[in-house]
């Protein structure tokens, strides 16, 4: 199934979710509009555009799929559930801001990311050159802590630890 | 004139001047990265401005956007990848320069004609913002309701050529924007009961989370940097009187492209990218030697890295005089406006006055110190380039979620900013354009309120065109709208053609 597919079928299912829960907001007609009455015009609006785009998705291919076709990309990259991963992680990442503090926490979301993004690349580095980076990585997280706390009065998470 | 004085005052303080100094480092920092866009350099710059008082805040931001205005013109002469979309065109004239031997005299007018573009563009600025919003001060609810149409038909030039991608990001981004408290009567609305999704979704979360967030992790796997072609030993410095004599022989298109670079960075939807290919294009087209562009010729980068500095001044007329931002970049200062407290708009002008002439002077101090830093930097910049992108990564995953903590100290808008970044992502991913998007959701609440307010005061709808101001702004859209679709489809067919043409020529 083509983006444009997926997209419009997504949107639709969107629309009809915003649409049922706009029967929710009370409406009072005090100024000639109510509150509804934007909110379901850009629904009906992205629902039709939607539509025109699931149609279209049947007679037109898209680039991707013409790439494919053409033998230009063999199929999705073998890297694809890195960024996926990383949605996930930074989700754990802001679950833990609270319990482990934001230094602590960012540290060891900074070096998981950098080792998924080393992985990435073609490069090779020893344990002594990962210690190296993951340092400069503490360092980072510190003193971002730093600057925020001390120079720009905004009071980070502290958590169990920091 | 006392305000002006007193902007002068409040910009020259060294304070305002080292942060507009940090500002532009950053920014070229940012611009000399393919990959990072001057949006992104803006939304991240963005949360360490919230401490500071908002001229400074302003000023720091400007330093930022004309820094990487001009950051992209590095890697575009010295490895023929363009830093940022807006300097496409410099690619094809500075690159074969560098190429041929002559790196330092190829890097001394891109960056000289940056500067003349930039305070040509600022001068458009300082005479046009205030005339547009004098006229713009007699608008009611009808007249701002049809001005925010326009500023949405940017959408239709917007769309990476795709007509219904487009309108269908800009429509969801202005849904998004009816989340929380309706603006008329306060009515809750898709809140789901949370008391933080009260105030709806913050702009800097989202803009972060779209422009910043999930571009940074396309970038996963991408190597930051590129072996260069050109002997980079060979000296690249040159003296600034030969520069300005290269210049003075290109005068005409010094001044030709730098108003083209305006106009087109004042309509809706038309940004620097635009106005690189089309300055270059005109420049080209009158010529009377065609044949040498994309060889190496003088003329070629003069066109495109005039334009596309002159085109932040003629973007920010529209945005500071009317409250519509026509890009992505101007969305973004614009959100930077609104979080320092300031509304851009019609009485923008005349309720701050000093703050309005310290964002011109900014902009100029910007720029001389745009030439300075790139003049003294052009090295180390180039080394930048060379930083692995499994560093950056992180450490600007981090900064985004810092920035968007930072604005209301609540971790509910990093959930925010993760939200907003799997939206960019996927949309990105499926071509949907990102600036339609965001400015929808800039623009969409602003269109309800006055649509509403117009209904409210009187409920004859055809007021909406009879009115003559309203109508003449209406009919404006819609040409705006056509205007777009043409110049959409007649700068995809440009660039490949361009490109084509300029490697053939290598």
């Known amino acids: 199934m083509n983006h444009d597919r997926i997209a419009g079928i997504v949107i639709l299912v969107f629309c009809a979710f915003f649409y049922y829960q706009s029967f929710g907001i009370s409406n009072q007609n005090l100024t000639g509009l109510e509150a509804t009455f934007f909110p379901r015009v850009l629904l009906v609006g992205i629902a039709a555009l939607a539509l025109l785009l699931l149609i279209r998705s049947f007679f037109i291919k898209s680039a991707a799929v013409k790439k494919v076709e053409q033998g230009e990309e063999s199929g999705p990259s073998r890297k694809w559930w890195k960024v996926p991963l990383i949605f996930v992680l930074f989700a754990i990442y802001i679950l833990l801001i609270d319990i482990l503090g934001f230094t602590f926490s960012s540290f060891l979301f900074m070096t998981i990311v950098y080792l998924i993004a ?13 210690a190296v980076s993951i340092g400069f990585l503490l360092v ?17 998470p502290k958590g169990l630890f920091f | 004139m006392g305000n002006l004085m007193m902007s002068l005052q409040a910009v020259t303080q060294w304070e305002v001047l080292l942060l507009m100094l940090i500002g532009v480092i950053m920014g070229i920092i940012f611009g000399s990265i393919p990959g990072f866009t001057i949006t992104m350099a803006v939304a991240l710059t963005l949360p360490f401005s919230f401490g500071l008082e908002p001229l400074s805040g302003i000023a720091l931001m400007m330093g930022v956007w004309l820094g990487g205005a001009s950051g992209g013109l590095i890697s575009s002469i010295l490895l023929g990848i363009p830093g940022t979309p807006s300097s496409v065109a410099t690619t094809f004239d500075g690159f074969p320069m560098a190429k041929k031997g002559e790196p330092g005299r190829a890097l001394a007018i891109g960056l000289w004609s940056s500067f003349f573009g930039s305070l040509i563009g600022g001068a458009i600025l300082i005479i046009g913002a205030p005339l547009l919003s004098q006229w713009a001060i007699q608008f009611g609810p009808w007249e701002f309701f049809a001005l925010m149409v326009l500023g949405l038909s940017a959408i239709a030039s917007l769309g990476n050529g795709s007509l219904i991608k487009g309108i269908l990001a800009g429509l969801l981004g202005m849904f998004f924007g009816m989340f929380g408290l309706d603006p008329v009567l306060g009515t809750e609305r898709f809140t789901f009961g949370a008391v933080s999704m009260m105030a709806g979704f913050s702009y800097l979360p989202v803009l972060i989370g779209i422009f910043a967030f ?24 040159y003296p600034i009187g030969k520069t300005l004599k290269d210049m003075g022989g290109s005068f005409v298109n010094v ?47 003069i066109a495109a890295e005039t334009a596309n500095n002159s085109s932040e001044g003629g973007a920010l007329i529209p945005t500071l005089a009317l409250g519509i931002p026509g890009s992505a970049v101007t969305v973004m200062m614009m959100g930077a406006l609104l979080v320092h407290g300031i509304q851009p708009g019609p009485y923008f002008f005349v309720s701050q006055p000093v703050l309005a002439y310290g964002i011109f002077l900014s902009f100029f101090i910007s720029a001389i110190l745009m030439l300075v830093v790139q003049s003294l930097g052009i090295r180390l910049f180039l080394k930048i380039n060379d930083i692995p992108m499994h560093f950056l990564l992180p450490v600007v995953i981090i900064l985004c979620a810092l920035g968007s903590f930072a604005l209301n100290n609540r971790v509910f808008d990093i959930w925010v900013l993760l939200l907003f970044g799997v939206i960019g992502y996927l949309m990105k991913n499926s071509g949907f354009s990102l600036p339609a998007f965001v400015l929808g ?16 005061t009187s409920s004859d709808l055809t007021l909406f065109f009879t009115r003559p101001l309203s109508g003449v702004i209406l009919v404006l859209a819609i040409l705006s709208i056509l205007y777009g679709i043409i110049t959409e489809i007649r700068y995809t067919k440009k660039m490949k053609q361009l490109e084509t043409e300029s490697s053939s020529d290598l």
């Open chain 2, 441 to 456: 959701i800039i623009l969409g609440p602003l269109t309800e309120e006055n649509l509403r307010r117009a209904v409210a």
């Open chain 1, 118 to 130: 080393i992985t990435a690349t073609p490069l090779k580095k020893t344990v002594k050159k990962h």
């Open chain 2, 214 to 237: 999930s571009q940074l992790l396309s970038e996963i796997g991408k190597h930051s940097g590129g072996k260069s072609e050109v002997d980079t030993k060979i000296s690249l410095s």
């Open chain 2, 255 to 301: 001044i030709r492209s730098s108003i083209i670079g305006t106009i087109i960075g004042a309509l809706p939807g038309a940004g620097s990218s635009i106005a690189n290919i089309m300055s270059y294009d005109v420049a080209k087209k009158l010529s009377k030697k065609p044949e040498l562009y994309g060889t190496g010729t003088k003329d070629g980068v």
């Open chain 1, 140 to 156: 980072v997280s510190i003193t971002l802590t730093f600057i925020f706390e001390r120079f720009l009065s905004v009071y980070l």
